[in-house]
């Protein structure tokens, strides 16, 4: 059976060139920290991928710390400047406790800011338009003496959109607050410069651009200090304990070094390729509707809904045919309510319910791409033949 | 996470479709809460369900559910059918997920209704929905009483309220006070 896998938003493989570069460095083992040779070996390789990692965001190596992913690096952030102990914040976030964010935020961010809630600190989940957009004018308006911080995610997961975070960045400095970027989805998929885009902190995953689960990391500029997520040693600068995961970093390194390589060629195929999945689905099956930006959207993120069927059952009909996507229909979450991200684009609860994400990666063939356009009007077809709404449809 | 049974009615649901003489239809669920059934019936001049077909809007749970339920009231009574709980539903199907425990309260609810308008039986008022998170109404909660569920554990094994996002914080003394009229 054919397999096709087009989840990559949710985890991507392990581009070969790193899975080689892991296995080849089993045996540098060392504590990068160790002053004795094992201990060098293994900080040279660390201090190499780290170099890699900062080229491609733009930014100076001692500017990134490895974390154990996005989500770390998005708790570090938000606690780091909302620590009790003021003097553990940057200065600058000495004072005040209000932050802005978006109302599109990936979990890590959302049930971060619930919990500083709870410190007393106000969080403003600003509205986003039809097409995931966070108007910076309404930023401007939610600035206040009192803004430490503003985050805004670069690109949306489920829908692909992306956000005007330049502008956005500094609004944010005019009003002597931070401004931090979830660019989980971003790294590795669009060029990013943190100097030139006025980034204080940036977020990023490994898992998510061809890299190994579990490392990801954080950007700082250079001058700014974080209460750390995770006391102990002196690692990292003393912002982020642990012994050097030697492993996950050179993988993290090598991910890098392969996107930087393939960064002009690779995106622009990558963008042709999700475009044909687009027009193949809008030319075959009726009653759909496109989430997110026309333009400014991920190279690879689709998101479609479609009217009269669920999502969860589109999802397995797919992957009993072998392909593999998600869903931000609520059956399929866990709880009942669907994705929040289609809910705050105004779609109904129906639509909401009945929408599929494919996203693409390098590794997608136009083969690929031709057999789920042969599947996917067929498990359509047939899911709305099953569907009162569609009879009710035609009936009308 | 689903079983072999719940994914062979998936995949291969059976009695999809309308009946146009049908003898009662019944339509339950929002397309808010992700579930719609609609369950058409016919019934003999002695009670006897001899076709019962169904159409839904669902996760792969609702389409096994509805499409066990109407596997299970075929040749049977109405009186018979009507005594179907939506747990012997989700055991025929070889158990649902805990989460998904409503998408089988859905089934029987629309068996009911199926049979209720047949019957002429006009539901007095709107059915309540108790448990806001999962979607169960109080006619279920009172279903599942009256078929043992003697405690709250009873009657969240039974219909999967309490299972959602607040975990019964809204519904668990609303469910209390119907078990109380009921002991």
């Known amino acids: ?396 | 996470m689903y079983s072999k049974k719940v994914i062979d009615h998936f995949e291969h649901p059976r009695n999809v479709g309308e009946l146009p003489d049908a003898s009662g239809v019944g339509e339950v669920g929002s397309p808010a809460c992700g579930d719609i059934m609609k369950m058409w019936i016919k019934v003999d001049d002695n009670g006897i369900i001899t076709e019962a077909t169904f159409k839904t809007f669902g996760c792969a749970s609702a389409v096994a559910s509805s499409s066990m339920a109407t596997e299970m009231i075929r040749g049977k009574h109405i009186d018979e059918a009507r005594k179907i709980t939506n747990k012997e539903i989700a055991d025929a199907l070889d158990g649902l997920p805990a989460h998904k425990l409503h998408c089988s309260v859905l089934a029987s609810d629309a068996l009911n209704r199926a049979i209720d308008d047949y019957l002429g039986v006009v539901p007095e008022e709107e059915d309540e929905v108790v448990c806001e998170c999962t979607g169960i109404s109080r006619k279920a909660i009172e279903r599942a009483i009256r078929h043992g569920a003697s405690t709250l554990e009873g009657i969240q094994e039974a219909t999967g309220a309490m299972t959602g996002e607040c975990e019964g914080i809204r519904c668990r003394d609303k469910i209390a006070e119907i078990l109380a009229q009921y002991k």
Do not use: W
């Not at chain 1, 600190?121 to 503003?150: F, K, Q």
């Open chain 1, 1 to 396: 059976m054919k397999e096709v896998y087009l989840d990559n938003s949710a985890t991507t493989p392990i581009h070969p060139e790193v899975a080689q570069a892991m296995v080849d460095s089993m045996s540098i083992f060392g504590n990068a920290s160790s002053v004795h040779h094992f201990g060098r070996k293994a900080r040279e390789r660390v201090e190499e991928a780290r170099a890699n990692l900062a080229k491609l965001i733009g930014a100076e190596p001692s500017e990134v710390v490895f974390t154990s992913g996005g989500s770390e690096s998005n708790n570090f952030v938000l606690k780091g400047m909302t620590c009790s102990h003021i003097s553990c914040r940057p200065r600058g976030a000495l004072m005040g406790n209000h932050v802005v964010t978006s109302q599109i935020e990936h979990p890590s961010i959302m049930n971060t800011c619930s919990c500083i809630e709870q410190d007393n600190y106000l969080v403003n989940y600003l509205p986003v338009d039809e097409c995931g957009m966070v108007d910076p004018e309404m930023v401007e308006r939610a600035m206040t003496p009192n803004t430490i911080l503003v985050s805004v995610m670069h690109g949306n997961n489920e829908i692909g959109t992306i956000e005007p975070i330049k502008e956005i960045a500094e609004i944010a400095h005019k009003h002597g607050a931070f401004f931090h970027t979830d660019a989980v989805q971003t790294v590795g998929k669009v060029p990013i410069d943190v100097k030139e885009m006025g980034m204080d902190f940036l977020s990023l995953s490994g898992h998510k651009f061809n890299g190994p689960k579990g490392i990801g990391g954080l950007y700082h500029r250079e001058d700014l200090h974080l209460c750390p997520l995770v006391h102990g040693g002196h690692q990292e600068a003393s912002l982020r304990a642990g012994t050097e995961n030697n492993l996950g970093i050179i993988g993290l390194g090598k991910a890098a070094e392969i996107a930087m390589r393939g960064m002009a060629t690779e995106i622009p195929a990558l963008r042709k390729l999700r475009d044909r999945l687009q027009a193949g689905i809008e030319e075959r099956i009726s009653d759909i509707k496109i989430n997110g930006h026309p333009t400014e959207r991920l190279p690879g993120v689709l998101n479609v809904s479609f009217k009269y069927v669920e999502g969860e059952s589109i999802l397995l009909r797919l992957d009993s045919a072998g392909i593999a996507v998600s869903t931000g229909s609520a059956c399929s979450t866990g709880s009942l309510e669907p994705s929040h991200v289609l809910l705050a684009i105004g779609l109904s609860h129906e639509l909401a319910h009945g929408s599929i994400r494919f996203s693409l990666g390098p590794q997608n063939t136009d083969d690929e791409i031709d057999y789920v356009l042969e599947q996917l009007p067929k498990v359509i077809s047939s899911l709305r033949e099953m569907s009162p709404l569609y009879s009710a449809a035609l009936g009308e």
